[in-house]
Protein backbone atom coordinates (compact mmCIF):
# COMPACT_ATOMS: atom_id res chain seq x y z
CA UNK A 1 0.00 0.00 0.00
CA UNK A 2 1.82 3.42 -1.23
CA UNK A 3 1.69 6.16 1.37
CA UNK A 4 -0.51 8.43 -0.51
CA UNK A 5 -3.23 4.72 -0.25
CA UNK A 6 -2.71 5.36 3.71
CA UNK A 7 -3.16 8.90 3.87
CA UNK A 8 -6.58 8.79 2.12
CA UNK A 9 -7.56 5.96 4.15
CA UNK A 10 -6.78 7.58 7.57
CA UNK A 11 -8.30 11.02 5.97
CA UNK A 12 -11.53 9.35 5.12
CA UNK A 13 -11.77 7.04 8.23
CA UNK A 14 -11.15 10.57 10.41
CA UNK A 15 -14.07 12.07 8.35
CA UNK A 16 -16.18 9.50 9.08
CA UNK A 17 -15.84 9.81 12.88
CA UNK A 18 -15.86 13.38 12.52
CA UNK A 19 -19.62 12.93 10.69
CA UNK A 20 -20.20 10.44 13.17
CA UNK A 21 -19.59 12.53 16.12
CA UNK A 22 -21.58 15.46 14.76
CA UNK A 23 -24.65 13.69 13.63
CA UNK A 24 -24.66 9.61 14.51
CA UNK A 25 -27.18 9.27 11.62
CA UNK A 26 -24.81 10.66 8.97
CA UNK A 27 -22.65 7.64 9.70
CA UNK A 28 -25.35 5.72 7.76
CA UNK A 29 -26.14 8.64 4.69
CA UNK A 30 -26.32 7.64 1.48
CA UNK A 31 -25.76 10.72 -1.29
CA UNK A 32 -28.73 10.98 -3.45
CA UNK A 33 -28.79 10.00 -6.95
CA UNK A 34 -28.02 13.66 -8.80
CA UNK A 35 -30.24 12.89 -12.03
CA UNK A 36 -33.00 12.44 -10.08
CA UNK A 37 -32.51 15.41 -8.69
CA UNK A 38 -31.98 17.20 -12.06
CA UNK A 39 -34.51 17.26 -14.27
CA UNK A 40 -33.98 17.45 -17.99
CA UNK A 41 -33.87 20.53 -19.30
CA UNK A 42 -35.93 20.90 -22.38
CA UNK A 43 -34.23 21.62 -26.08
CA UNK A 44 -35.43 25.07 -26.57
CA UNK A 45 -33.76 26.13 -23.33
CA UNK A 46 -30.52 24.06 -23.86
CA UNK A 47 -30.25 26.06 -27.25
CA UNK A 48 -30.93 29.32 -25.87
CA UNK A 49 -28.31 28.86 -22.46
CA UNK A 50 -25.51 26.73 -24.58
CA UNK A 51 -26.56 26.43 -28.18
CA UNK A 52 -27.05 29.47 -31.55
CA UNK A 53 -29.12 31.46 -29.64
CA UNK A 54 -26.31 33.39 -28.11
CA UNK A 55 -23.64 32.50 -30.76
CA UNK A 56 -25.28 32.49 -34.02
CA UNK A 57 -23.10 30.47 -36.15
CA UNK A 58 -21.73 28.26 -33.33
CA UNK A 59 -22.49 24.74 -32.42
CA UNK A 60 -25.91 23.84 -31.24
CA UNK A 61 -27.01 22.02 -28.30
CA UNK A 62 -26.72 18.65 -28.93
CA UNK A 63 -23.05 18.74 -30.79
CA UNK A 64 -21.71 21.11 -27.95
CA UNK A 65 -23.21 18.06 -25.67
CA UNK A 66 -21.25 15.35 -27.50
CA UNK A 67 -18.29 17.42 -26.91
CA UNK A 68 -19.20 17.19 -22.73
CA UNK A 69 -19.77 13.49 -23.27
CA UNK A 70 -16.85 13.10 -24.86
CA UNK A 71 -14.74 14.88 -22.72
CA UNK A 72 -16.31 12.95 -19.85
CA UNK A 73 -15.73 9.57 -21.42
CA UNK A 74 -11.93 10.06 -22.23
CA UNK A 75 -11.54 11.19 -18.50
CA UNK A 76 -11.82 7.03 -17.65
CA UNK A 77 -16.27 7.34 -17.11
CA UNK A 78 -15.42 8.21 -13.63
CA UNK A 79 -18.53 10.73 -13.43
CA UNK A 80 -21.12 8.92 -13.87
CA UNK A 81 -24.26 10.80 -12.59
CA UNK A 82 -22.35 13.73 -15.43
CA UNK A 83 -22.42 11.49 -18.11
CA UNK A 84 -26.32 10.29 -17.33
CA UNK A 85 -27.18 13.49 -17.53
CA UNK A 86 -25.27 14.91 -20.50
CA UNK A 87 -26.78 11.29 -22.43
CA UNK A 88 -30.37 12.70 -20.66
CA UNK A 89 -29.78 15.57 -22.48
CA UNK A 90 -28.24 15.00 -25.62
CA UNK A 91 -31.19 12.96 -25.72
CA UNK A 92 -33.36 15.81 -25.36
CA UNK A 93 -31.67 18.09 -27.67
CA UNK A 94 -31.95 15.27 -30.49
CA UNK A 95 -29.52 12.53 -30.09
CA UNK A 96 -30.46 9.60 -31.84
CA UNK A 97 -28.76 6.22 -29.49
CA UNK A 98 -26.79 5.54 -32.54
CA UNK A 99 -25.08 8.71 -32.13
CA UNK A 100 -24.42 8.60 -28.90
CA UNK A 101 -23.20 5.18 -29.29
CA UNK A 102 -20.43 6.67 -31.67
CA UNK A 103 -19.19 9.68 -29.82
CA UNK A 104 -18.62 7.06 -26.89
CA UNK A 105 -16.82 4.18 -29.40
CA UNK A 106 -14.46 6.83 -30.02
CA UNK A 107 -13.41 7.74 -26.94
CA UNK A 108 -11.94 4.35 -27.01
CA UNK A 109 -9.08 5.91 -28.26
CA UNK A 110 -8.35 8.53 -25.52
CA UNK A 111 -10.11 7.10 -22.58
CA UNK A 112 -9.80 3.66 -22.88
CA UNK A 113 -11.88 0.28 -23.83
CA UNK A 114 -13.01 0.18 -19.99
CA UNK A 115 -13.56 3.50 -20.00
CA UNK A 116 -15.86 2.98 -23.29
CA UNK A 117 -17.32 0.31 -21.90
CA UNK A 118 -18.54 1.72 -18.49
CA UNK A 119 -19.86 4.89 -20.62
CA UNK A 120 -22.02 2.50 -22.96
CA UNK A 121 -23.29 0.80 -20.03
CA UNK A 122 -24.59 4.51 -18.55
CA UNK A 123 -26.31 5.71 -21.41
CA UNK A 124 -27.85 2.12 -22.16
CA UNK A 125 -29.52 2.36 -19.40
CA UNK A 126 -30.13 6.36 -19.64
CA UNK A 127 -31.94 5.55 -23.27
CA UNK A 128 -33.99 2.07 -21.56
CA UNK A 129 -35.57 4.51 -19.03
CA UNK A 130 -35.99 7.70 -22.11
CA UNK A 131 -37.94 4.67 -24.18
CA UNK A 132 -39.88 3.49 -21.31
CA UNK A 133 -41.19 6.55 -20.31
CA UNK A 134 -42.33 7.15 -23.90
Do not use: C, W, Y
Amino acid sequence: MSDFTKLFETMMAQSQEMAKAMNPALEQFQFPDLAAMMPTMPKDAMEMAFGKTFNPGGLDAKTRLFVTLGGLVAQGAQLEPQIKLTVRHAIEAGATPQEIAEVIGQMSVFGGVPAMTKAMELAQAVIAETEEGK
